[in-house]
């Protein structure tokens, strides 16, 4: 299993170390009081918070309805369980052939280096995913590899998770020495939150790695709203793009985060500042736990409208929906 060593001593990994994990500790920090929110026990113990403590000095102080606090708060309307929604929204034990790989898509398949983020997003599709049954072993890493070299329709890694750059350079490393050995490999896609919740995540040594093979490397970031992006974000950014890497981004639409066509186009407009482009708009992934931050598709139609008549097509991201069996994401507009 790749994991992060103990005795690796960096400033992002000392970081990873400090997380909050105490919803009281977030709100002495944003100076609100216990009663403005509606707190729950019964969710942060199920799905726990973990949120960097460079993320959270973004929040807005003393207002509960900050955009980037509601995305990480344990609260009472995820002990909700509503019709609709599942445990396994996606249906990917299906696709789930071994431990640590996910199978969906032709010509793509997505490892799963670690378990661990860096950030508990409240909406996460995979917050009930069974990681304890997907932690690999180095003998089933080889499998795996071998389940590539096998397979010679494949020609993306997709590196997902859990977050993948939540692993060190090290162990990075290793896994891109041994993808970069299979020939038909030839790009490396990267989903990760951490270029925007954990800036300093993003060190020369990474920056080197992307510059260090011949495959192509894509990374899709993972923000919901401007705010996030603040002026590290921005630099990380700015060195993943320097060493030759592509840069998109993915949000999801969330009720009273970025359901307005002004947040959604201050998005865009700033992700282009970064040297990002918007890629992916998602309808919400119905989990259990997270119906308070459903938007209807017709909602999400509307705001596609009102953002293509503000925005140029290049900075308009494709409103999407993932379905369990389909062979690529839905249009939705």
Known sequence: MLSIPLNEQRPWQDSLADLITDPYELLELLELDAQQVQLSSAALREFPLRLPRVFAARMQKGNPHDPLLLQVLPQNDEETQSSGFSFDPLQEKSANPAPGILHKYSGRVLLMPTSSCAVHCRYCFRRHFPYAENRPDKQQWQENLQYIRDDT????????????????????????????GISHVERIRIHSRMPVVLPQRISARFCDLLQQYSMKFVIVIHSNHAQELDLEVRDACRRMKTAGAELLNQSVLLRNINDQVDALAELSETLFECGVLPYYLHLLDRVQGSAHFDVSEERGRQLMDELRQRLPGYLLPRLVREEPGESSKTLVF
């Open 153 to 180: 329709s494949i020609r993306e890694i997709i590196l997902s998770g859990g977050d993948p750059l939540a692993i060190s350079d090290k162990h990075l490393e290793w896994l891109l020495e041994h993808l970069n």
